[in-house]
């Protein structure tokens, strides 16, 4: 932990030092940047880092590629980016919870918290905690709850896997109400969702839930966070419901090797900000339901340190270590 936030502080002295925002076509150190995206081509994390590698593009003079690197659940490609030279060739487009969850569960080829550094985060992927129709009493999220103490071990819900973003949030707002439920894991959020809007799931909470909800055929619950979406203001964040400390936004962030040179990751901070506010960029991401969310570089890796170490404890209570 002290390692990395002695790199963090160095950079950020190198961001003082840049002192203005990033200039398009600035130099860069190499022609052709490889940006791993560590999933397969066509989902909502490939997307941003495409947004991001075609906004840097326009910024340095340098061409910045994305590799798709699937397999691990993003374990395999950050390994090969925490691997590779620390010369500016190599970025890593990087879900949170490739670095403060999945080392938890499985071994990993990297240290999370020394091998990559985060330069800033990019976005944020809201969830949603939404219920089937099929069952009327769970209207809202007090009524949830009422409903799931008064049939106890009755209710189950369904996450894409073990594990998961979605199955650990669940179950960490289970505990913390004392509700008894069966957790069910799928392959993948359709097969989830098609449980959930037959009536055979009874709740979930993914990225997913939001689209089905616009539509009307799920019931919105609650969203994990402190925060409620402009789109859905009658829809409470579960801090304020009394359950802060559930967490289930995923958030995308830019990495790199350890040891790649302060300046350079301190001018694709600021060019990462500067691309952020641009209306355009915002639009795009407004367009793959992704929220643009900019956090500067000691942020992002403070926060990763934070959540890291509040998975160590919640997994092992969970008993998933």
Request: hydrophobic share 45%.
């Amino acid at each position: 932990m002290k390692k990395l936030l002695g790199v963090v502080s160095g950079i950020l002295a190198s961001v003082v030092m840049v002192g203005s925002p990033a200039l398009a076509q600035e130099e860069y150190p190499v022609d052709t940047v490889t940006v791993i995206v560590p999933y397969a081509a066509g989902g909502a994390a490939d997307l941003v880092g495409r947004i991001v590698a075609e906004e840097l593009s326009k910024r340095f003079a340098a061409n910045f590629i994305v590799e798709n690197v699937g397999g691990g659940g993003g374990t395999i490609g950050a390994e090969r980016a925490a691997r590779a030279a620390p010369d500016g060739a190599t970025l890593l487009l990087a879900g949170n919870a490739i670095i403060t969850t999945s080392p938890h569960l499985s071994e990993v080829g990297f240290d999370p918290l020394n091998d990559l550094v985060a330069i800033a985060n990019v976005s944020e992927a809201p969830r949603m905690l939404a219920a089937t129709k099929e069952i009327a009493e769970l209207s809202n999220f007090e009524s949830f709850v009422a409903y799931a103490k008064d049939h106890p071990g009755e209710l189950n819900y369904g996450s894409v896997g073990v594990g998961s973003t979605g199955h650990i949030a669940i179950a960490d707002l289970l505990a913390s109400a004392g509700i008894e439920a069966t957790h069910i894991p799928y392959s993948g959020a359709s097969e989830v969702v098609q449980a959930v809007l037959s009536g055979d799931v009874h709740f979930m909470l993914e990225a997913s839930t939001i689209g089905q909800v616009r539509q009307g055929t799920m019931t919105p619950l609650a969203l994990p966070g402190a925060e409620r979406m402009a789109e859905f203001p009658d829809v409470p964040g579960l801090a304020e419901l009394g359950y802060p400390d559930v967490r289930g936004t995923g958030r995308q962030m830019l990495m790199a090797p350890a040891g790649t040179p302060p300046d350079l990751l301190a001018r694709v901070e600021l060019a990462l900000n500067a691309a952020i506010q641009d209306p355009e960029v915002q639009d795009k991401f407004a367009r793959i339901d992704i929220t643009p969310k900019f956090m500067t570089m000691l942020e992002t890796n403070e926060a990763l340190q934070q959540e890291y170490h509040h998975y160590d404890g919640l997994l092992a209570e969970m008993g998933l270590k």
